[in-house]
């Protein structure tokens, strides 16, 4: 939470697309089985999805302040930016693009 707040203070308001998922909804909507939405053993959600405006510029300036204010996994889609503090998945840091029907 305090690392969205600083993206807020730093990019302007943030619209929540995604956030906590149930395993049923994941499944629905076919996110990773070992999604950081999920819950993890504390029951805490380590994901947001979050809108974006402002076409590529945006998106590169929200990907580089994400990063810049610590996190580490960042996902690019074509309407959202995932970011998370998950350490413990698959692939525990880095930037990709969703190539499905997400981005």
Known sequence: MERLDLLRELLGPLRVTSAARCVAHNESINGED???????????????????NGGSVGRKRFVLQANSI??????????????DVASDLTHPEGWWVYGDNRG
């Open 34 to 52: 070992h999604s950081a939405h999920l819950p993890d053993e504390r029951g805490q959600c380590r994901a947001v999805d979050l809108a974006l």
């Open 70 to 83: 610590g996190f580490r996994r960042i996902g690019i889609g074509k309407g959202f930016i995932h970011v």
